[in-house]
């Protein structure tokens, strides 16, 4: 199918980072920036997300036209997802992935209808194997199905309503590398496990509270567990030497507080994206001026953005 173009967005945590990994709930929501892939007009160096996602299907799909190594170049943009020439964290690996198995399963099977859950696994998998084997495939699955969900590694995905908190979100200026920050957590786990298991287990209790105050909603209690969760985030942070709360994510959560919210990383932390959360719009007005005149750049995102899709053909 020739004019195929094939779409998903980028991700941002709301919770349940680092707890994700041990089995807790996370929130995450779809953001209006999204990869867009389509074939290639010529050859071009394949990025390895690409590369994963073609071998993936290679493996699952062989019976597949265009399924193997002869399939066609695939371009990916990302245009959104940086700020300059450096990435803020907004799940661009994961969108790529995404799109370009959504783009060459529909081209291998002449239909731009789309099976999510075959489109699910072909990526989690690509983008595992791109990203090392580490990561909980949140982002993944907010990539394909869009909106707010409840994730849980193995277990079922839960749309939620848009979120009922008004949320923030902050470039802090700083580029992270979540691959890292995970290593240093892995090395402290090893290192004082019965320490690790204390902070991973009350990170835990806090992201279920959490999944379950967007669930409900509630407002109050989102922001309320929002400053916990952060805390927290910031102790295991200083525990395995990781600067997961840097000084732009604690001015971020000082200036929500003193506006009436609460603020925390969203996502692995280290730089990144700040989020901030307030129960009422005018709290979050005033916090984004307030940002603006201490020099931090609140970020135009729209959340609960659609999921993957396919088009053309």
Not at 52 to 63: N, S, W
Not at 288 to 313: F, M
Request: hydrophobic letters at 50%; glycine letters at 14%.
């Amino acid at each position: 199918m020739k004019g195929l173009v094939a779409s998903a967005p980028g991700k941002l945590f709301l919770c349940g980072e680092y707890a994700v990994l041990e089995g807790a709930p996370a929130v995450l929501t779809a953001i209006d920036r999204r990869a867009v892939a389509r074939v290639a007009a010529a050859a071009r160096r394949t990025s390895p997300v690409v590369a994963a996602v073609l071998a993936e299907i290679g493996a699952r799909f062989p019976e597949l036209e265009g399924a193997d190594r002869a399939a066609p170049p695939v371009e990916v943009r990302t245009r959104g997802f940086t700020r300059g020439r450096i990435k803020i964290g907004l799940g661009s690996s994961a969108a790529v992935a995404v799109a370009a198995t959504a783009l060459l399963l529909a081209r291998a099977k002449g239909s731009a209808r789309l099976d999510d859950e075959a489109v699910l696994g072909v990526a989690l998998a690509a983008h595992r194997a791109a990203q090392g084997g580490r990561g909980s495939g949140a982002d993944v699955a907010a990539a394909v199905h869009g909106g707010t969900i409840r994730y849980r590694m193995g277990g079922a995905i839960e749309r939620l309503g848009s979120p009922a908190a008004e949320i923030a979100f902050v470039w802090t200026g700083q580029p992270a590398s979540t691959t890292e920050l995970l290593a240093r957590v892995q090395a402290f786990a090893l290192e004082a496990p019965g320490e690790h298991r204390a902070l991973l287990d009350a990170l835990s209790a806090l992201a279920t509270d959490l999944a379950a105050a967007y669930a409900a909603p509630d407002p109050g209690e989102i922001v309320r567990l929002t400053g916990a969760y952060g805390g927290l985030m910031g102790r295991l942070g200083e525990a395995a030497g990781a600067p997961i709360v840097n000084p732009a994510h604690e001015r971020v959560a000082e200036l929500a507080a003193s506006c009436g919210g609460a603020g925390k990383p969203s996502g692995a932390g280290g730089g990144d994206v700040a989020m901030a959360v307030f129960a009422d719009p005018a709290d979050r007005d005033r916090f984004a001026s307030a940002a603006a005149k201490d020099g931090l750049a609140v970020l135009d995102l729209k959340c609960g953005e659609r999921g993957v899709e396919v088009s053309g053909g």
